[in-house]
């Protein structure tokens, strides 16, 4: 009262005797307000009169600050803002005082002022930015708004008398201006100025300290964030402290919208069904390093945010709580810690007696760190013991002494309840849940990647993490995103006990990444348990399979949900007309994927069966006719009219054997020079359309050798010139790839001329010994093309290979002058002692080809794929190996034997 007595005696004299003792009691627990009333005594009377009002609320106090907008003078304005909130400060300080409300009605009221402020700072800011940069829109053109989230005591609506308030800056998407400036330039610019009206220092202070630091990556972070930027960031980096800390989420100012959306956002990342034990221990070690910070070098004071069984142990105690069991329980998600302790208490998590001691204590230390604050406006909660008569006072107390004794008290029993916080309800991680969850353990969970056997562990880890950092699993639902992470320990068992797990792995992320299979997977480990083990199969069995379904998801409903495969022509004319494409070619590679992965897997799902003849023929009659089908299709669709061309296949094609990734070998024929001359591009667009590539791969490779001169001969000759070629030119092996020439499409007259000259040149002359010598010699060479090593064997060109018996059954079939195209069927029917081995080397190749996802026929020794191959066959690698060696043995002594005898 010294100063108002000496510099405002004529104001002093004019006051009434209980608004003297009004102001004595506010400068005797305020010099700030005592400052400021010398500056504005008018608020006195303000104060007085509004002891026994009620509270403005936030609405209310919104409207009020609205009038500070008609100011145009930034300074002026920033300087209103502060007088704004002093105002209201000393009004409910004024109330806290004369106990008017309970303290945390008065801190949700000083909460509200703090929202007023903001909102008119915000509104001021978005008409300068506005004015600037234009409108921000997003990429589709569509209004982008902005708020400001409330966190920590604000957020909470218990902000403290004399504090800093914790924001976040947020707005709906990127894109740009009306005036083509970025939507980052335009918030970046439009939250710097927000900052610059509140904590601008003026004549009257400063009206806010903000505090910026738990926004994604704190001090270093932008100062404002877009809602996918967020999402991306919480569910992909984001820490535990950061859930801890996002439980006082609120909507301070700006777009309520916005702030829904955001809420919406880190909701499911806050509130998890159960809560680690690990991501405790972890809170719990956070407070034991704000303990540690806390402890002062000076023994005379006590820090009452930070100390030891201080408001921070109140606010960890609710909020451990809240973390495990808010999840489950939607009333428990409360931001304030006054209402939470209340809550607790209502379901029975807190006893009575706990939760009245932490009411009590943590309303007496907010009581408390606000008489400290308010001495003299300072941001502190250092509690100096040598005052604690002063505070005594001021807390109607009878002396520092029952002060000390009732803080220590209050201490002691917070300390000894967060201490015997029970914690059965949190639930024990596996190693890759704990990095998943926590963000943290990186090398625990390295260490394990390697202990079960991944040779790489930073890449096996980066693939998990493509799973749950990814977009895909962002946008996944709260159930669905709980199922995954549920399922991480069966899928480290799975990989613990797989051999081959990188193979197993990459196929399993592709499908579910890649392939946007993620929301199928994670729906299937709710409610079909057969579809999970069916994708976890075919990731370990097919990288083919894995590869088709990566590209095109769809096939998984074919796969699994179809019983009957697709055959014949007739088949795949139904299954074409249903699928929904405008492009042709996408249809036919729509069409060829969907027949090659249910024919696939009929083959996987009987590999284990006794009928190892029936299922392998029935895929290469399936692939086989999916071809002939697809060759059809397209000849159709590039001739609109009858014309003279013939289309013979040879090679596998020919007898009716393709393969997983064989190709088409492919001979084209015209009628006469003049009907090429007119359609010659016809053969060209049909090799175009079947190697083109589309979003789906492309349809066939083609080998066009099989024609006259191979590669440098023509591409479609006339009948007359494979007349004159077949008698002058062809070499004996021509004789004995034409063994396998069948007709696929074109004229039908032609063909019967085609087909009458085939048979001249296939049985007009005899098989003597030059010719078996021939053949015998261009099968060496193949072989020497294969340059097999030592620890690696080429299935079908190789020492023994698939290729001997083939050019044996070529070799009868010219003998016996028989148009039996299919090595299989002269195998059985003229060399049966061999067939079961052929056989076996067919299914190697197979089996090969549908793990590696190519049309290759070779594998090593020390290959990683010859597990997954020896477990196909119920073998182990050493005992396959030796198998495919004993057979190719047999085989060569069988080949050498028969061509000496020359058949």
């Given at each position: ?16 005797k ?24 008018e ?34 304005f ?20 004369y ?39 997003d ?29 976040m ?21 439009l ?37 996918p ?101 939607k ?10 302790i209340?809550?607790?208490?209502e ?22 760190e ?16 040598k ?28 300390k ?12 024990e ?12 353990n ?47 320990p ?51 069995v097919?990288?083919?399979i ?44 729509k ?11 009929r ?17 290469n ?16 669709h ?5 014309i ?58 083609i ?24 008698k ?47 053949i ?51 195998i059985?029917?003229?060399y ?27 594998i090593?020794k ?34 050498l034997?028969?061509?000496k005898?020359?058949?």
């Amino acid at each position: 009262m010294e100063k108002f007595e000496l510099l405002k005696k004529d104001f002093i004299e004019s006051l009434s005797k209980e608004k003297k003792q009004f102001l004595k009691d506010l400068t005797f627990y305020s010099k700030c307000l005592r400052d400021f009333l010398l500056r504005h005594e008018e608020y006195l009377d303000y104060f007085y009169e509004n002891l026994d009002l009620d509270l403005l609320g936030r609405e209310k106090l919104i409207k009020e600050a609205t009038k500070l907008l008609d100011i145009s003078s930034e300074n002026e304005f920033i300087t209103n803002l502060t007088i704004f909130k002093m105002k209201h400060f000393g009004r409910i300080v004024s109330k806290d005082i004369y106990n008017k409300h309970t303290l945390p009605e008065l801190m949700k009221e000083y909460s509200y002022v703090a929202d007023a402020t903001l909102e008119i700072a915000f509104q001021r800011s978005w008409q300068i930015a506005e004015k600037k940069y234009g409108k921000p829109l997003d990429n589709e053109k569509n209004p982008v708004y902005a708020s400001v989230i409330a966190l920590g005591k604000l957020g909470g609506l218990e902000l403290n008398y004399y504090s800093d308030i914790d924001l976040m800056y947020i707005y709906d998407n990127e894109g740009k201006t009306e005036k083509g400036f970025t939507n980052k330039e335009f918030f970046s610019f439009l939250f710097s100025k927000l900052n610059q009206f509140l904590t601008k220092r003026n004549i009257e202070g400063q009206t806010w300290i903000i505090d910026l630091d738990l926004r994604p990556n704190g001090k270093s972070g932008f100062i404002a964030y877009s809602l996918p930027a967020l999402e991306t960031y919480y569910w992909t980096v984001g820490r535990v402290w950061e859930r801890h800390m996002l439980i006082k989420a609120r909507h301070s100012a700006g777009n309520k919208n916005t702030t829904e959306e955001f809420l919406k956002i880190v909701k499911p990342f806050v509130y998890k069904s159960f809560t680690s034990k690990d991501e405790i221990k972890e809170i719990i070690e956070m407070k034991k390093l704000i303990e540690k910070d806390a402890l002062s070098v000076n023994k005379d004071e006590f820090d009452l945010k930070k100390g030891d069984g201080g408001i921070r142990e109140v606010e960890f105690t609710a909020q451990i709580l809240q973390l495990i069991y808010a999840g489950k329980d939607k009333y428990l998600q409360e931001r304030s810690t006054y209402k939470t302790i209340q809550k607790l208490k209502e379901r029975g998590i807190l006893t009575e007696e706990d939760a009245d001691i932490l009411t009590s204590a943590y309303l007496f230390y907010r009581k408390l760190e606000h008489i400290i604050q308010i001495e003299n406006c300072q941001q502190t909660q250092k509690f100096k013991y040598k005052n604690a008569d002063i505070y005594a006072k001021k807390l109607n107390l009878k002396d520092g002494n029952e002060l000390l004794e009732k803080l220590n008290d209050y201490r002691e029993k917070v300390k000894k309840i967060f201490n015997s916080l029970q914690l059965e309800d949190t639930k024990e991680l596996s190693p890759l849940q704990k990095y998943i969850f926590t963000k943290h353990n990186e090398d625990e969970a390295l260490n394990y990647l390697a202990s079960i056997g991944f040779k790489d562990p930073k890449w096996a880890l980066s693939r998990i993490k493509e799973i749950f950092f990814s977009k895909d699993f962002i946008l996944l639902s709260e159930d669905f995103k709980e199922a995954l992470f549920n399922f991480l320990p069966e899928l480290e068992k799975q990989l613990k006990e797989y051999e081959y797990k990188t193979d197993f792995l990459k196929n399993l992320t592709n499908m579910l990444i890649e392939g946007k299979m993620l929301p199928i997977f994670a729906s299937a480990i709710l409610q079909n348990k057969k579809l999970v083990e069916f994708i976890l199969n075919i990731a370990k069995v097919s990288d083919y399979i894995s590869n088709l379904m990566a590209k095109d998801p769809e096939l998984l409903d074919f796969a699994f949900g179809v019983e009957d495969i697709l055959k014949t022509k007739q088949d795949f004319e139904k299954e074409l007309e249903l699928i929904k494409s405008d492009n042709f070619l996408e249809k036919l590679n729509k069409l060829k994927n969907i027949v090659q992965v249910l024919a696939s897997l009929r083959y996987i799902s009987q590999i284990h069966l006794d009928n190892a003849e029936e299922r392998l023929l029935e895929l290469n009659q399936i692939l086989t006719n999916l071809a002939d089908f697809i060759i059809e299709k397209i000849y159709k669709h590039e001739t609109k009219e009858n014309i003279p061309i013939v289309i013979y296949g040879l090679g596998k094609l020919g007898s009716k054997e393709m393969n997983i990734g064989s190709d088409l070998d492919l001979i084209f024929s015209f009628s006469d020079i003049n009907a090429k001359q007119k359609y010659e591009k016809i053969p060209v667009n049909i090799i175009k359309s079947l190697t083109k590539y589309t979003r789906m791969g492309i349809l066939y490779q083609i080998d066009l050798r099989l024609r006259p001169y191979g590669k440098s001969g023509e591409l479609s000759p006339t009948i007359n010139y494979y007349e004159k070629y077949f008698k002058n030119e062809a070499r004996s092996w021509e004789r004995l790839a034409w063994t396998k020439a069948r007709f696929i499409t074109g004229d039908i007259s032609l063909k019967e001329k085609m087909e009458k000259l085939i048979e001249d040149f296939l049985f007009s002359k005899t098989v003597d010994n030059n010719f078996i010598y021939d053949i015998y010699e261009m099968r060496m060479r193949l072989e020497g093309i294969s340059n097999e090593k030592s620890d690696e064997i080429d299935i079908k060109l190789g020492y023994g290979g698939i290729v001997d018996l083939e050019f044996l059954a070529q070799l009868k079939a010219l003998k016996e002058k028989i148009r039996i195209r299919s090595t299989f069927k002269i195998i059985k029917d003229y060399y049966p002692e061999m067939i079961d081995k052929y056989i076996f080397l067919r299914e190697v190749e197979t089996r090969l080809r549908m793990i590696k996802a190519t049309g290759i026929s070779r594998i090593g020794k020390n290959s990683p794929y010859i597990y997954r191959l020896a477990k196909s066959f119920n073998l182990d690698e050493e005992k396959l190996w030796k198998k495919i060696l004993e057979t190719r043995k047999d085989i060569r002594r069988f080949f050498l034997k028969n061509v000496k005898e020359k058949v």
